[in-house]
């Protein structure tokens, strides 16, 4: 018995010697690697074999591991969990039926990062039941394709508003993209508004999505429509905050346009960039279908503010993802988030803004090779040592634009050695020398006496050559110039004349390059002419020139050639006087001195030389032949000296103005005055009942032609004057909603 025993357990040991080895060699049948696919593919294999889940979930675990794509493994797992959930269903049911309006899929190199194991971020490869009930987890969440929320339909699904949601599974570099409830497609649609969805490229939503991903290039985020994946959201926003009635029947409506993108935490909605923009109506319309008006979409881009925008995106998007791998030993997987947070954290210690910019810029072209991490800083260098100098230069514009390629291009080479799975302190230390060395060398080119007339020429050019002695000099600009404005009315709207632009360009101050921000906050300083007034200023000298001389006596030229002469003498007595600054963003980059900065173009849209133009012409073909007079003192012209007392006010902004106060009874004259802008007269009239006549304008030719056929008239309703023990006050103005009504009178009225 014992034997036979004892032959039964001997007989039990081998055959269980032999199922472990026979189990361990089909163990090592199964190869887990290749790629994601490949690791799903021998799991499947393994479980219809009848492998034990765990160790098949554990050795793909292994196997994404060893062929270094866990995050790819991580989400594709979380994908097939989550398919079908109850979350699943309600955001299908949004995002899945409205698919052509809400895409915001952008095409991008970073669009996913892992793209190369041969999937995306929104894959859910077809699994049997097996490995579904493997990966099961009720809290998994679903990577949806890009979509946009607007903001009620967000709260109506999620149960809470996008501002108080929480994220239950946030992922680093994951955005979801929002759109502000009240938002408008167009003047009075909502975004969400029934009607034409059909998609289009230039979409405003899709243009600003899709210009800050292109801009971020390879540190894009990955889009998702589920907003439990979120780390960050972006709030779109666009409206048309303006209205207004245009045309003889006030049948066409106008709108200005207004947009905003905001970047936020999507846990605590902590604002990490903002940028806005506006277009006004104006001379941007470009339909006017169905009675509307509608301004132009304007671009962020076109924004000065919009590198500063991209560089906070961007920091914040590498500080999370180095976050992320901020405790793991440094291995040739994650050297490039490890690195991206050491390079940021000497970012923000570093007192040189040159130092902390090199830092900013990142690491690019890393590799890794026996412990050694070798990769490149951008420098700045402008290279100014391979260059001719600015004074032997052949082209001004081509000599700044290499010397901004270079800035964009220009690199240093440095290393860092990796000890035990860190970044070692000497290597560091070597680092930092250089990157010492380069930012010192890249400012003092900025701060050369070459750069900064490069910057002043491009953007500055000198009208003339040689020194200006007469109005004339600028008249007839040296050809540089010439050449160099015509390009530059390409980028502007109106009529502007080389004669014109040289004025407003002698009549500069100064220009200072300020270098003290570092390279990505160079600034042109600006002092000068305000455009504005150094148009009304020669609009005024002219017609001036024009009104005190009789017809017989008057220059005898076109008006079109005064207006451009006293510009000129204006500029000249202007020139170094003006207090108007403004500071203009200068960018570092080949393709950005390309396009004018907004800055610039906005000062210079502010000279608008064809409006004033216009209005001089109208205005001094409208001077009667006689000469006009000097104005009347501020005062009382004719009137007693008692009865009630009446004052008589003029806005600053007012013209000058003559007074008639007339008895409504018979028209007869009480008083008259003569009243300055920003001043007032009092007069004193017997009560009763009395009309109040006044006219307005530039040039006075006495009581009986008054402002002639430049002037304003104006007469009230009949209006009560009270007795002794009261005073009345007049301000000299047409108010909407004012007590009294105001009507247009004839000159005529006014010598009755």
Not at 73 to 79: K, V
Not at 174 to 200: F, H, L, M, S
Not at 532 to 556: C, H, I, V
Request: hydrophobic residues 35%; proline residues 4%.
């Amino acid at each position: 018995m014992k034997r036979t025993l004892s032959l039964i357990l001997s007989l039990a040991l081998v055959l269980s010697v032999c199922w472990a080895a026979a189990e361990e060699e089909q163990k090592n049948s199964y190869f887990f690697g290749e790629n994601v696919y490949g690791i799903l593919n021998t799991g499947e294999r393994a479980l219809a074999d009848g492998m034990d889940p765990k160790w098949v979930l554990e050795e793909m675990k292994k196997g994404a591991e060893e062929m270094e794509c866990e995050d790819a493994f991580t989400s594709i797992c979380e994908n097939i969990a989550a398919y079908g959930g109850k979350d699943y269903q309600k955001i299908a049911r949004v995002l899945g039926d409205e698919e052509p309006l809400r895409d915001l899929d952008i095409d991008n190199p970073a669009r996913s990062r892992i793209g190369k194991q041969g999937w995306t971020v929104y894959d859910r490869p077809e699994v049997s039941d097996a490995m579904a009930d493997m990966l099961s987890d009720q809290n998994a969440e679903y990577c949806f394709e890009a979509g946009w929320w607007g903001e009620s339909e967000f709260q109506s699904v999620f149960g809470v508003s996008y501002q108080k949601f929480q994220p239950s599974r946030p992922r680093p570099g994951y955005v979801c993209v929002i759109v502000r409830k009240g938002a408008q497609r167009a003047p009075e649609t909502a975004w969400d508004a029934a009607g034409d969805r059909e998609y289009r490229w230039d979409f405003p939503l899709y243009r600003a999505v899709g210009n800050l991903v292109w801009g971020l290039g390879e540190d894009a985020p990955v889009l998702t429509g589920n907003p439990h994946l979120a780390s960050v959201f972006w709030v779109f926003d666009l409206s048309y905050p303006f209205y207004a009635s245009y045309g003889s029947e006030g049948q066409i409506k106008g709108y200005n346009c207004k947009t905003s993108l905001t970047v936020e935490t999507a846990a605590k909605k902590e604002k990490i960039a903002e940028i806005s923009a506006s277009e006004e109506l104006g001379s941007t319309i470009y339909s006017w279908s169905d009675g509307v008006a509608q301004a132009d979409v304007p671009n962020f881009e076109d924004a000065d503010a919009y590198d500063a925008f991209l560089s906070s995106v961007r920091l914040a998007l590498l500080k999370e993802r180095s976050a992320a791998a901020e405790n793991q030993p440094i291995t040739a997987r994650n050297v490039q988030k490890r690195l991206d947070g050491l390079l940021l954290g000497l970012a923000e210690k570093a007192s040189d803004p040159w130092e902390a910019a090199i830092y900013e810029g990142g690491a690019r072209d890393v590799s890794w090779e026996d412990g050694i991490v070798t990769f490149r800083l951008r420098s700045f260098d402008p290279g100014l040592d391979n260059m001719s100098s600015y004074q032997n230069r052949e082209d001004s514009f081509g000599w700044l634009s290499s010397a901004f390629s270079s800035a964009e291009n220009s690199e240093i080479e440095t290393s860092l050695k990796v000890f035990t799975g860190v970044f070692t302190h000497s290597s560091q230390s070597a680092m930092k020398k250089a990157v010492a060395a380069a930012a010192q060398k890249a400012k003092a080119a900025f701060e050369s006496k070459d750069m900064k007339q490069a910057v002043q020429d491009w953007l500055f050019l000198s009208p003339t050559e040689g020194k200006v002695r007469k109005a004339d000099d600028l008249l007839h600009p040296g050809t540089s110039f010439t050449f160099w404005a015509s390009d530059l009315a390409e980028h502007l709207s109106g009529y502007l004349p080389e004669g014109a632009l040289s004025a407003l360009f002698y009549a500069q101050k100064y220009q200072r390059l300020n270098t003290a921000g570092g390279p990505n906050a160079l600034t042109l300083q600006c002092a000068g002419a305000d455009p504005a007034r150094l148009l009304s200023d020669a609009a005024k000298t002219a017609l001036d020139q024009l009104a005190y001389s009789p017809a017989s006596a008057r220059y005898d030229g076109s008006w079109y050639d005064l207006f451009l002469e006293t510009l000129a003498k204006t500029a000249l007595d202007e020139k170094d006087q003006g207090s108007y600054t403004f500071t203009i963003p200068i960018h570092l980059s080949q393709n950005k001195i390309n396009d004018l900065p907004a800055k610039y173009l906005e000062y210079l849209k502010a000279f608008r030389y064809g409006d004033v133009l216009e209005q001089f012409q109208n205005t001094a073909d409208k001077l009667p032949s006689m000469a006009a007079q000097a104005l009347p003192s501020n005062g009382r012209l004719s009137g007693g000296r008692s009865g009630t007392q009446v004052n008589l006010e003029v806005t600053e902004k007012s013209s000058p103005t003559y007074v008639q106060i007339r008895k409504d009874s018979n028209g007869q004259i009480a008083a008259t005055a003569f009243v300055h802008p920003g001043k007032s007269v009092t007069v004193y009239i017997p009560s009763g009942s009395y009309r109040i006549y006044y006219c307005s304008g530039p040039y006075w030719y006495g009581e009986d032609e008054m402002f002639s056929a430049l002037g304003s008239y104006q007469k009230s309703e009949p209006t009560q004057i009270k007795g002794t023990n009261y005073y009345h006050t007049f301000t000299l103005e047409t108010v909407q909603g004012g007590t009294t009504e105001i009507y247009p009178a004839d000159p005529s009225e006014f010598r009755e």
